[in-house]
Every structure is written in structure tokens, then in C-alpha cells.
């Protein structure tokens, strides 16, 4: 049973960062599509950033220059540095696994969520 803990959420101040962390509970990575996703109140949960088994690199127009996803296969975590945070970044970020071995077994997995706050 693969479980994901997300960390690095807060207050910050616009324009200033903060670096996000998603732990599995399996090495999985090397087998995953591995990305974050955000949602605010009202709101469809979106795509922030994704990267793929392949080592591509999806980015939403929204965050395109400002945040990076970033992951370490041998400790099984991923990242998403945000830089430059606006108002409208807030919300609660996701982290997303979708697992895929060799043998064709498939499982998605979503993190608990962590708060960001971008305010004055």
C-alpha cells in the first residue's frame, strides 16, 4: 500500500518561494509519472506540473517560468520549488503518482494536500 505525505506549505509574502516535498512509502518513482496539482474553493482541482517516466517535463501556462518539479528516485520524493509566488498561487497542492510497471499494473495515487497561502 503506497502512501504519499506532502510537506513545505505555508504564508508567504508575493513574490517570495517555497519549496514543496512528496515522500512515497515504495520506490516507485522510477516507474511513475510523477506531478503536482492545485485546487482553491469552487474551483476544479488543475495541472501545475508533471513529469513524466520518460523525463518530460509538462508545465501550465500559469506557473511556466516560475515554479520547477524536481525528483529523487533513490529517495523516493518529489519536489516543486516555487518562485516568484502571486496571490492567485494560492491554494492546496496536490501531489500525484501515476504508477506503471513492466508487468502492465497501473495505480494512481494523490497526496493529503498542503496549504499555500500567497498574501501581503
Known amino acids: 500500500q503506497v502512501q504519499l505525505v506532502e510537506s513545505g506549505g505555508g504564508l508567504v509574502q508575493p513574490g517570495g518561494s517555497l519549496r514543496l516535498s512528496c515522500a512515497a512509502s515504495g520506490s516507485i518513482f522510477r516507474f511513475s509519472d510523477t506531478g503536482w496539482y492545485r485546487q482553491t474553493p469552487g474551483k476544479q482541482r488543475e495541472l501545475v506540473e508533471l513529469m513524466t517516466r520518460s523525463g518530460r517535463t509538462n508545465y501550465a501556462d500559469s506557473v511556466k517560468g516560475r515554479f520547477t518539479i524536481s525528483r529523487d528516485n533513490d529517495k523516493n520524493t518529489v519536489y516543486l520549488q516555487m518562485n516568484s509566488l502571486k496571490p492567485e498561487d494560492t491554494a492546496v497542492y496536490y501531489c500525484?503518482?501515476?504508477?506503471?510497471?513492466?508487468?502492465?499494473?497501473?495505480?494512481?495515487?494523490w497526496g493529503q494536500g498542503t496549504q499555500v497561502t500567497v498574501s501581503s
Open positions: 500525484y503518482v501515476n504508477y506503471r510497471d513492466d508487468g502492465g499494473f497501473e495505480q494512481r495515487y
